[in-house]
C-alpha cells in the first residue's frame, strides 16, 4: 500500500469514527427527549369506581357516597337486555369525579361539541344485577344530589358523558350520545349549596352550562423539541370559573380570548423520569408557547394537579 492509499485509508476510518460518533451522539439525544405512552399513569392515579351493594329499598333509597354524593337507585326503575326486570340485591358502581385533579386523571375535560362548560361535578353511575349491567327503563329516572359545592347556578343542564378516543366529553341531549334515545325527564333544581338531579340515563353525567365567556374563540399552539411529543399531557385550568380544555398533539382549540389560565403539561420520557411544566396564560388570538418541561417525580405531578 503506497503512502497515498495509507493516507487516504485512515481518512476514511476517521471519518467514520465521527460519523459513528456523530450519529451515537443523535440517537441518546433522541432517547433522552422521547416522550412515552402515558396510559399506566392515568390508570394507577385515577380515581377508583365505588361499589355498594343494593338489597331493599328501606327507609330511604339513598346512598352517601366518599365524596358526598347522593343517588337513590331502586330495582324496579331498572331491567335487563331484553326487557327482563331486575330484583334486589343489586349493585351500583359510582365514580365521582369533583376537583381538577379528578377531572384530569380521568381525561373527562368540560368540553362539548366546538365549545367548553362551566361544571359543577361529573359522576358516573352503572348498575349491575349478577354481573350484568342493567338500564333504566324509559321514562324513568334516578335521582342524585352533589356533595356540598362553594357556588352553585341557577342555569345547569343535564350533560351526558361519551367516549371521545381516550377522553370523555359531553352532550347536553341524551340522543346526542345513545341515537334515537328521547329524553323528556331529566333535569337538573340548584340549591343553595348543592344540585339536584333526576337523571334520565345511567353512564357519565354533570349539571353543566355553556361557560360565560366572549364571542371570540382561538387555537392555542404549544411547541417542545423532543420526539413523541404527542405523548405529552397538557391541560388548561380557566380561573374565572370551573373548566378544563385537554390539549390534544400540542392543540388546544376553540378556546375563548382574553381568559386566564393555568396551564399544566406533564409527560414521562425515556429516562424513565417524570417532566412537567406549569405556566399562567392568557388566551389571546394566535398565541404559541414554548415548553419548559422540567425533571420532577410522580408525586410532584399529583402534588401539581392536586393544587389546581
Request: hydrophobic share 35%; aromatic share 10%; with cysteine.
Amino acid at each position: 500500500m503506497n503512502v497515498i492509499q495509507k493516507a487516504s485509508t485512515g481518512l476514511l476510518f476517521s471519518g467514520l469514527i465521527v460519523a459513528g460518533f456523530v450519529s451515537s451522539c443523535k440517537k441518546d439525544r433522541i432517547q433522552q427527549d422521547d416522550y412515552q405512552d402515558m396510559e399506566s399513569f392515568y390508570n394507577d392515579n385515577k380515581e377508583q369506581e365505588q361499589e355498594y351493594t343494593i338489597d331493599s329499598l328501606g327507609n330511604n333509597c339513598y346512598v352517601t357516597c366518599n365524596k358526598g354524593t347522593r343517588i337513590c337507585t331502586t330495582a324496579e326503575m331498572q331491567e335487563l337486555p331484553g326487557n327482563a326486570p331486575v330484583y334486589y340485591t343489586y349493585t351500583l358502581k359510582v365514580v365521582e369525579l369533583y376537583s381538577a385533579k379528578d377531572m384530569i386523571l380521568w381525561r373527562a375535560p368540560s368540553v362539548t361539541g366546538s365549545g367548553i362548560l362551566e361544571t359543577s361535578a361529573e359522576i358516573r353511575v352503572r348498575l349491575f344485577k349478577n354481573g350484568t349491567q342493567s338500564e333504566l327503563k324509559n321514562g324513568r329516572v334516578y335521582l342524585m344530589e352533589t356533595a356540598n359545592l362553594p357556588v352553585t347556578q341557577s342555569n345547569m343542564q343535564p350533560y351526558f358523558g361519551y367516549a371521545s378516543g381516550s377522553n370523555t366529553n359531553w352532550n347536553g341531549s341524551l340522543s346526542g350520545v345513545y341515537p334515537g334515545f328521547s329524553d323528556t325527564v331529566s333535569h337538573v333544581n340548584a340549591t343553595p349549596a348543592y344540585y339536584a338531579s333526576e337523571v334520565g340515563h345511567t353512564g357519565f353525567y354533570s349539571a353543566a352550562r355553556p361557560a360565560p365567556t366572549s364571542a371570540s374563540t382561538t387555537s392555542v399552539t404549544f411547541t417542545v423539541a423532543g420526539t413523541n411529543t404527542q405523548n405529552i399531557q397538557l391541560f388548561l385550568v380557566f380561573n374565572n370559573f370551573k373548566s378544563i380544555v385537554k390539549a390534544d398533539n400540542l392543540v388546544a382549540n376553540h378556546l375563548p380570548t382574553g381568559e386566564p389560565v393555568t396551564m399544566i403539561a406533564f409527560a414521562k420520557k425515556q429516562d424513565g423520569n417524570f417532566y412537567m411544566d406549569q405556566q399562567s396564560l392568557t388566551i389571546s388570538t394566535g398565541l404559541q408557547v414554548p415548553l419548559n418541561m422540567t425533571q420532577t417525580t410522580e408525586a410532584g405531578v399529583l402534588s401539581a394537579l392536586g393544587a389546581l
